[in-house]
T-cell receptor, first 116, second 110 residues
Framework: DSGVTQTPKHLITATGQRVTLRCSPR?????VYWYQQSLDQGLQFLIQ???????AKGNILERFSAQQFPDLHSELNLSSLELGDSALYFC???????????????FGAGTRLSVL | DAKTTQPPSMDCAEGRAANLPCNHS???????VYWYRQIHSQGPQYIIH???NNETNEMASLIITEDRKSSTLILPHATLRDTAVYYC???????????FGSGTQLTVLP
């Protein structure tokens, strides 16, 4: 158990809909990262928050947004969903802002999103 | 971040050591080598990391060549539960995210 909690585990929805994925980081971790894993793209970094502030952006679509709340949990909002958004979405947390230098990212079990 | 090259797949007999190579010939002096693994659609799991010296923890050993252009992850006694995709990632200390490549699919055979 990594200590990172993601809900829900599975989500089935229709095209055009909006969903929210939730992540609770490990106790004491200030950074939250979101990754998307689809069959054809592999694991792709989406966005990072550190202590409530956005720190880095990857290949995140404009239809997607995220935020980190004062209690440090994070939500990833996906809107106007398309078939191609079907994927595994992982959240990771770490103690510090940067990924290297001994800072370790711990991953949750993921949310499997199916857009029909 | 430096590019890494890993073999797409490897097999290992259960109970034997699994040696997973990674080439990172363009690595710079301030870049770390990290290893993660992903067991069938589960969240990636941190294994080990190093900068210059060899490292060992309860899961594995990391051997980095003296010129730092390649490294080997060693699972000393592979079990069936070690079957996974193993990712070698090279990043600086100030990197904002992990960049995952294709990794090596390790299959541990009974």
């Amino acid at each position: 158990d990594s200590g990172v909690t993601q809900t829900p585990k599975h989500l089935i929805t229709a095209t055009g809909q909006r969903v929210t994925l939730r992540c609770s980081p490990r106790s004491g971790d200030l950074s939250v990262y979101w990754y998307q894993q689809s069959l054809d793209q592999g694991l792709q970094f989406l966005i990072q928050y550190y202590n409530g502030e956005e720190r880095a952006k990857g290949n995140i679509l404009e239809r997607f947004s995220a935020q980190q709340f004062p209690d440090l949990h994070s939500e990833l909002n996906l809107s106007s969903l398309e078939l191609g958004d079907s994927a595994l979405y992982f959240c990771a947390s770490s103690a510090y802002a940067y990924s290297g230098g001994g800072n370790i990212q711990y991953f949750g079990a993921g949310t499997r999103l199916s857009v029909l | 971040d430096a590019k890494t090259t890993q073999p797409p797949s490897m097999d290992c007999a259960e109970g034997r050591a699994a040696n997973l190579p990674c080439n990172h010939s363009t690595i710079s002096g301030n870049e770390y080598v990290y290893w993660y693994r992903q067991i069938h659609s589960q969240g990636p799991q941190y294994i080990i990391h190093g900068l210059k010296n060899n490292e060992t923890n309860e899961m594995a050993s990391l051997i980095i060549t003296e010129d730092r252009k390649s490294s080997t992850l060693i699972l000393p006694h592979a079990t069936l539960r070690d079957t996974a995709v193993y990712y070698c990632i090279v990043i600086t200390g100030s990197a904002r995210q992990l960049t995952f490549g294709s990794g090596t699919q390790l299959t541990v055979l009974p």
